[in-house]
Nanobody
Framework: QVQLVESGGGLVQPGGSLRLSCAAS????????LYWVRQIPGKGLEWIST????????YYADSVKGRFTISRDNAKNTLYLQMNNLKPEDTALYYC?????????????????WGQGTQVTVSS
């Protein structure tokens, strides 16, 4: 019954900002590393960012480093992605993801669970 629900996407001009949220339920949120992954239509998936269980360590793809910030609020069971200085190439369907159950307290990057995604479109 793991559930991940993304929200916050929309249409934004280049240089603008958006904040994505991922509401989680059905598991002990604070035990799992979490990820943001995006899919560009007609292309493959791209890993964007990772955060560990206590928001002590954050990791970013080179394509978003310096522009995006991942964070989590364990009291609210919510993952966030603050996206600044957005570019047209950031246009994608954004997903949050979690590893399989055995990967608690570590980053396995197996993306066993996904949300439904939230669309981000960057256009002038």
């Amino acid at each position: 019954q793991v559930q991940l629900v993304e929200s916050g996407g929309g249409l934004v001009q280049p240089g603008g900002s958006l904040r994505l949220s991922c509401a989680a339920s059905g598991f002990t949120f604070r035990f799992y590393w979490l990820y943001w992954v995006r899919q560009i239509p007609g292309k493959g998936l791209e890993w964007i960012s990772t955060v560990d269980t206590d928001d002590f360590r954050q990791y970013y793809a080179d394509s978003v480093k310096g522009r995006f910030t991942i964070s989590r609020d364990n009291a609210k069971n919510t993952l966030y992605l603050q996206m600044n200085n957005l570019k047209p190439e950031d246009t994608a369907l954004y997903y949050c993801a979690r590893d399989r159950d055995a990967c608690s307290n570590q980053g396995c990057y197996d993306y066993e669970y996904w949300g439904q995604g939230t669309q981000v479109t960057v256009s002038s």
